[in-house]
């Protein structure tokens, strides 16, 4: 069995995203025994941001003249792509950034379709768990209503398009406990954490039963 794992933060030693995406790898471990974990991390080893264009534009050019650039941009596309579509399982723990999908999380997203398809369902009922954090709040009735632009579009992504059989744990509120602006909140970020991380529990254990 191969559970891939893709890591996205940019402060993994301090990563919310991590440590939930750890619980669930615990628990998958704890009853698979024989598991290989193909990771990917987007944070510390980042894809070169110029390498969707290459690849991208390398399909509008014969396959003797495209450049070396466009030629390691397919390969890598490629490699990418066939780490999701050789997973048994898949584990993802991507951060809220500036309101959206952050750009190495694209940079790959686009890779992998470069590599794939645009319309290749590549994780057709792969059990599949999303990770997402947030530092402060974005549901309704929040300030920040409607600013999360990250998790629709990677639901869409994962569920729609990759025809993933999608998992979905959220955690708000991250920033609470260092935000002194956050302090009336800490109580409620709290009861989140606890909450996210028996998703997580849960979400592992129902990883490793399928």
Known sequence: M?????????????????????????????????TQVVRRHLGTDPLPADAWAAAT??????????????????ALGATLSAELERADAVLLAVPLYNYGVSQHVKTWIDLVIA???????????????????????YGPGA?????DHSTGYLRRILGDLWQADLTVIERELTLAAV?????SLRETAARVHDEARAAAHDAGRALAER
């Open 2 to 34: 191969t559970l891939f794992r893709l890591d996205a933060s940019i402060l993994p030693g301090t990563s919310a995203s991590t440590e939930l995406a750890d619980v669930v790898e615990r628990e998958w471990a704890a009853t698979r025994s024989d």
């Open 57 to 74: 534009t390398a399909g509008f050019v014969p396959e003797a003249d495209r450049t070396p650039a466009q030629q390691d941009a397919l």
């Open 115 to 137: 590599g794939a398809g645009a319309t290749n369902p590549i994780l057709k009922d792969t059990p599949t768990v999303l990770i997402t954090v947030r530092g402060g709040s």
């Open 143 to 147: 300030a920040r209503e409607g600013w």
């Open 179 to 183: 935000n002194p602006a956050m302090e």
